[in-house]
Structures are given as C-alpha cells and as structure tokens.
C-alpha cells in the first residue's frame, strides 16, 4: 500500500522557519521524482520544490532563495525547508511522487502519481 505522510506543519511569525518532512512506503522512493505542493484557500494548487532521483532540483520563482527541497533515500524521506517565511506561503502542503522517467525533476501537477493528506502552515505578520 502506498502512503506518503507528511509532517513538521505549524504556525510562525512572518520572518520564521520550519521544516516539513514526508516519508513513504509502498514504492520504489530512490526512483522516483517528488515534490512539494501547496494549495491556499480559494486557490489551485501550485508547484513549490521538486527533486529528481539524481537529485536536481527545480522551484517556483516565489520559492527560490527561501526553501531548499532535499531527500534521504535511506530514511525514505522528503524535506522542505523553508526560511524567511511570509504570509504568502500560509497553505496546505502536500508531497508528491512520480516515476522518474522524464530524467528531470518538474512541477507538473498533473504527472504526480501519488499524493500526501498535507500539513498546513500558517505565517502571520
């Protein structure tokens, strides 16, 4: 059975950190593509940090310079670090899999084949 579980969510102060983790079972984690996903209220779900089995890694513009995306294979697990925090960033974040066939990471919602439940962050001012 595949499951991918988030956690590390919370709330902080514009300005903070916090880091989420997401570890998996039920497939093949070296081999696959994830990503990080977040999805406010009244919002679609958008593409933050994804991460290749070679780990190369590709982030949204609004991301870049603030979070860091990295995994441990023999921990089966996906970070998110994320620093320099605003109120922008306040969603549910989810992580995501996808076999790695394209030999680069992508933010392409639609190609994730497997999905977390999420954790939400919130960011006050």
């Known amino acids: 059975r595949v499951q991918l579980m988030e956690s590390g969510g919370g709330s902080v102060q514009s300005g903070g950190s916090l880091k989420l983790s997401c570890t998996v079972s039920?497939?093949?984690?070296?081999?696959?593509?994830m990503a990080w996903f977040r999805q406010a209220p009244g919002k679609e779900r958008e593409g933050v940090a994804g991460?290749?089995?070679?780990?190369?890694?590709t982030y949204a513009d609004s991301v870049r310079d603030r979070f860091t995306i990295s995994r441990d294979n023999d921990k089966v697990t996906l970070y998110l670090e994320m620093n320099f925090l605003k109120p922008e960033d306040t969603a549910i974040y989810y992580c995501?899999?996808?076999?790695?066939?394209?030999?680069?990471?992508?933010?392409?919602?639609?190609?994730?084949?497997?999905w977390g439940q999420g954790t939400q962050v919130t960011v006050s001012s």
């Open positions: 039920g497939f093949y984690f070296s081999r696959y593509v």
């Open positions: 995501a899999a996808m076999e790695d066939y394209r030999g680069h990471p992508t933010l392409s919602r639609g190609e994730f084949t497997y």
């Open positions: 991460i290749d089995s070679r780990h190369q890694t």
